[in-house]
Each structure stands twice: as C-alpha cells, then as structure tokens.
C-alpha cells in the first residue's frame, strides 16, 4: 500500500485533491507538507508556462 501511495503522489493534481478532501469532507485545514508541494507545484507550473510563452512569444501573434 505505501508504493501505491507514492506512485499517486508523484502526480501533483494529488496535493489538490487530497487537500480539498481534507476541507469539505474532514473539516480540517490540509497538512503543512501538503500545502507546501501546492505552492511549489503551483510556482514550478508558472514559471514553465511563462518559459514557454516568452520562447513563443515572437510567433504566438502570427499563429493567433
């Protein structure tokens, strides 16, 4: 059960699920490590679609 766990963790839509789990069904404020992968995920997810739009930026107009 413990490598099914982390093989679902390894998804970082889970911290999402887990964490709106832990407040409409459990009434309770998700964990501390839970809060902070959704930061980090959230950042690291901002700064790859910011990479990607600057490196198409000069084509993005011309497609559109």
Request: with cysteine; hydrophobic share 55%.
């Amino acid at each position: 059960s413990q490598w099914l766990q982390t093989v679902v963790f390894m998804n970082p839509v889970s911290f999402y699920i887990v964490s709106y789990q832990d407040i409409f069904y459990r009434q309770s404020l998700p964990s501390l490590f839970s809060l902070t992968a959704l930061c980090f995920a959230s950042f690291v997810f901002l700064a790859f679609g910011y990479l990607v739009f600057w490196s198409f930026k000069v084509r993005f107009a011309e497609e559109v």
